[in-house]
């Protein structure tokens, strides 16, 4: 178990963790900085970020936007498309501390929306796909303004700088969810920017990836043919896509969705019971180029859970862990340890294994 | 002589030292170059009748013959060259349309060889196929927009037809008439033993080969040769071909002299007679036309078989593609300027058409701008020559490459490019049973093998540098591509950044 020798010291090796309750208890954002901040050594000061679940619950039932400025020219002119599609319940800074790691920080806002009924239903599409698309419309129209989070009851925080003085900037103290991920980056292929850092977030997803895939234009050019944008040219980005259109817009299932960007080699379906050997042959097939490769670990956080997939011939650590109602998710064990030393038990998934928790039914006061 | 005189393009240089006089070079020749002079008791050449297919200099087993250019030359001019020369000399003795046969040999840029490929260093690991699975399977057909699910809530896994490959190399159209029957059997028992499909061209289908038809495309060309129920019925998939790279715009023309005993009756045409496939097919005018072929197609064939889409890239090809997308079909294959023949016209050749990587790469975007790529796959040809070939097609979107000159180059063709003549000294090119016999069709599928499995095994090689471990994985991957010496716009066209960027 744990993660291979020699993997901790790559390069580019990326931090993620994560952490849920399956009961849905409120965990405090101080419990993921603890996580990520053992992993220190695997960024680079170029990229941190979290993603809470559960964190909005007076607003639960609004999308909330956090979106980047470069100047209050960009907002003005962002708020105005806003309110053209949305009726905005409140708008407010995000609140922030000087933290002196820190530098360069846009305009930094925070939006409770809900999209106009009159507007959805003349574009003949439902409400998600409404807010899908005009984040995409004003992430890549708008200049200077740049929507990172946009799911419900939930919120991303990045910036640029190592993960724990991220965390301090946007006192994530202040915040508790159900669940969590975290994210320190490494840029290899990027420039460190806000924008670039990580959790990559769309609706309700958010996704922290280790990993560099080498399926990437082959990725993006499929999924760029349904309406999505990758401006970002990040693996997290279109990982993102990938799950979004696999499972909200072709109604699959987390597990099937794994299957397709980690599918199974042909000899290990070769040797499945003939039904589900026709299964994963069907959906290799139908989503050719969507299967990733290349060395990846990613948790993807959803409304009321988490799954967490590595590549199939696992190229990158991953480990998870129980304890009670409560599951960790690291790159390191270390990092698990931190955030609770006493556990019930710990493992490496297997390559392509994908690792789905999700909150207890009922728990959650929005249905989830 | 005199005016109509020609000078020999190549030389036959005998080394009389080492010539025993076996006149094994005379036996071999079927264009008559070498005979023996009793009287002196020497070998001599009539070189003008050479073509240069090195069959003598294979079988000289004294290695004591050379096939060299001809030292003589018209005065240097680079705008005059001796072949436009002697192609006027030629219709000005006799006014015909010059001929050709295998691809065009022009000297314009070949993009293959002006892109490189990625390779992993650091940020992630290549892949060694010696230790780790490396994958090649391609299935070929139409994919459906959304998934279905039974009522059991369990997927549907019901797809229209599908052509499975156990990698991503099929063998072009090459009919029986225009290559021998030793070719096709050779073709036929390689592609089954190699998981992948020979394509029968538009000469129909000998009777022997049908029990090959789980590894077999039927053409349906212009002139529907040897096209019936039970053949349409034979293969794995009907390809309709509507062009062929070497000779876009025309049809195509069998002469009476390759049109002996059995390829006419699997032509279904009198024996002797000229086997012509018009230019356009005359039920197609339009893409609407198309259309119905496509459906009456699949009508005839209870919907079991994918319908394949043969067409010269052209200058068009985009918007060509575009339309045969949304035809029905389920497969286009693009020919590209460079694609093989048996006989097409030299001006139409050299000059009609376009590079394929070109054609290729504007095809793949195009299909995609508009959402309907996965409504087709695309197969591409004209012309293949390696594996790093094969890679670079896949990596600017193709799902799989076709080779036929590659794999006539596997059976002993030398690229002399006298198929036309019908004299092919290694028995491919030929439907003279003396010279068919020369192939012998289990070593001919045995090098045939060989060579897909040694690609097969390159391809697994550059798939791992890239880390890379299926091929799914790199179609369309056009960051894994680096062009070499290209200007912006040849780069925009091939959607790849120059090396260093
Ligand atoms: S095959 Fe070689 S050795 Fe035999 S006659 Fe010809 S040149 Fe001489
Ligand atoms: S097939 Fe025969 S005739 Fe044609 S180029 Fe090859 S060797 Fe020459």
Redesign the interface.
């Known amino acids: 178990m744990l993660q291979k020798e020699g993997q901790v010291r790559i390069p580019s090796g990326c931090a993620i963790a994560a952490v849920i309750s399956k009961t849905g208890e409120k965990i405090g954002g101080e419990k993921i900085v603890a996580g990520i901040r053992t992993m220190h050594e695997r960024s680079n000061g170029l990229g941190g970020g979290f993603a809470g679940y559960g964190i909005y619950p007076d607003y639960k039932d609004f999308y909330a936007l956090h979106v980047f400025y470069d100047d209050n020219g960009a907002r003005t002119d962002c708020e105005n498309a806003l309110k053209d599609l949305f009726e905005i319940v409140k708008a407010e800074n995000i609140p922030t501390r000087k933290n002196p790691a820190i530098k360069d920080a846009p305009l930094i806002w925070r939006y409770f929306v809900a999209p106009l009924p009159s507007r959805v239903a003349a574009m003949q599409i439902d409400e998600r796909e409404f807010v899908a698309r005009a984040v995409t419309r004003i992430n890549s129209t708008f200049r200077g303004a740049y929507i990172f989070s946009s799911g419900k009851n939930t919120g991303t925080f990045k910036a640029v700088g190592f993960p724990e003085e991220v965390a301090d900037f946007y006192r994530l103290e202040d915040y508790a969810g159900y669940s969590w991920t975290a994210h320190g980056r490494y840029p290899t292929n990027t420039p460190g920017w806000w924008g670039g850092a990580h959790p990559f977030s769309l609706l309700d997803w958010s996704v922290v990836h280790n990993g560099e895939i080498s399926s990437y234009d082959t990725n993006r050019r499929f999924i760029e043919m349904f309406g999505y944008k990758c401006h970002l040219k990040t693996d997290t980005e279109v990982i993102t896509y990938i799950f979004d259109y696999l499972v909200r817009r072709q109604g699959m299932t987390l597990r099937e969705a794994s299957s397709v960007v980690a599918a199974p080699f042909w000899t290990t379906i070769a040797r499945k019971p003939e039904e589900e050997q026709r299964e994963l042959t069907y959906i290799r097939n139908m989503f050719s180029g969507l299967l990733i490769t290349g060395p990846f670990s990613i948790v993807l956080g959803f409304s009321g859970g988490l799954l967490a997939l590595n590549d199939r011939l696992k190229l990158r650590s991953m480990v998870v862990a129980e304890k009670g109602n409560t599951t960790y998710i690291a790159s390191e064990e270390a990092a698990i340890r931190a955030m609770e030393p006493d556990l019930d038990s710990i493992r490496s998934p297997m390559g392509g294994e994908p690792v789905i928790v999700t909150v207890n039914k009922g728990v959650l006061e929005d249905g989830n | 002589m005199g005016i109509d005189f020609i000078s020999a393009e190549f030389d036959v240089v005998r080394d009389d030292a080492r010539c025993t006089r076996c006149r094994v070079c005379e036996k071999q020749c079927a264009n008559g170059v070498h005979a023996y002079d009793e009287k002196n008791r020497r070998m001599t050449a009539d070189e003008t009748k050479c073509v240069n297919c090195q069959r003598c200099v294979a079988f000289c087993p004294t290695r004591a013959i050379k096939i060299v250019r001809n030292p003589n030359t018209f005065r240097d001019n680079a705008n005059w060259t001796a072949s436009v020369v002697n192609e006027i000399y030629k219709q000005a003795s006799k006014p015909g349309v010059l001929l050709s046969s295998m691809g065009a040999p022009k000297n314009l840029p070949v993009y293959f060889d002006r892109i490189l490929i990625n390779a992993?260093q650091?940020?992630?690991?290549p892949?060694d196929p010696l230790r780790?699975?490396m994958?090649t399977?391609v299935?070929l057909g139409k994919?459906?927009e959304?998934?279905r699910?039974r009522p059991d809530g369990?997927?549907d896994?019901a797809?229209e037809p599908?052509l499975e490959l156990a990698l991503p190399i099929l063998f072009s159209g090459m009919s029986y008439g225009s290559v021998s029957y030793n070719v096709h059997k050779a073709l036929a028992t390689a592609a089954r033993e190699t998981g992948t499909l020979y394509n029968t061209g538009e000469g129909g289908l000998h009777k022997d080969f049908y029990a090959y038809g789980a590894n077999t495309i039927v053409q349906v060309a212009s002139g529907r040769f040897g096209v019936h129920k039970d053949y349409l019925e034979a293969g794995a998939a009907i390809e309709i071909k509507m062009g062929q790279g070497a000779k876009p715009g025309i049809g195509g023309h069998l002469t009476g002299a390759k049109v002996s005993g059995d390829v006419s009756a699997t032509r279904m045409i009198p024996e002797g007679s000229d086997a012509i496939s018009p230019a356009p097919h005359h039920d197609i005018y339009s893409i609407e036309d198309l259309r119905q072929l496509v459906y009456s197609l699949k009508e005839a064939t209870a919907y079991k078989k994918p319908v394949i889409v043969k067409v010269a890239a052209v200058h068009n090809i985009a918007a060509i593609a575009s339309g045969i997308a949304r035809s029905g079909a389920d497969i286009i294959a693009i020919d590209g300027y460079r694609g093989g023949t048996g006989a097409a016209p030299t001006r139409i050749r050299d000059n009609v058409g376009i590079p394929i990587e070109l054609a290729l790469a504007a095809v793949d975007q195009r299909l995609?701008d508009e959402?309907i790529?996965?409504n087709v796959s695309l197969i591409v040809s004209g012309s293949i020559r390696t594996a790093a070939d094969v890679v670079k097609a896949v990596a600017l979107g193709a799902d799989a490459c076709a080779i036929g000159t590659a794999a006539l180059l596997a059976m002993g063709c030398r690229l002399c490019r006298s198929c036309h003549t019908g004299k092919c000294n290694w028995g491919i090119a030929t439907q003279d049973p003396a010279l068919v016999a020369r192939l012998n069709p289990d070593i001919a599928a045995r090098r045939l093998i060989n060579l897909l499995t040694a690609w097969n095994r390159e391809i697994k090689e550059l798939m791992g540098g890239?880390?890379?471990?299926?091929i799914?994985?790199?179609?369309?991957?056009?960051?894994?591509l680096r062009g070499v010496g290209l200007n912006e716009k040849e780069l925009e066209i091939l959607g790849i950044a120059h090396a260093g960027e």
């Open positions: 992993s650091v940020t992630n690991p892949i780790e699975p994958e399977r299935f994919k459906p959304k998934i699910r369990r997927l896994c797809l599908q995609r959402g790529r996965n890239m880390g890379i471990n299926s799914e994985a790199l179609r369309g991957n056009r960051l894994m």
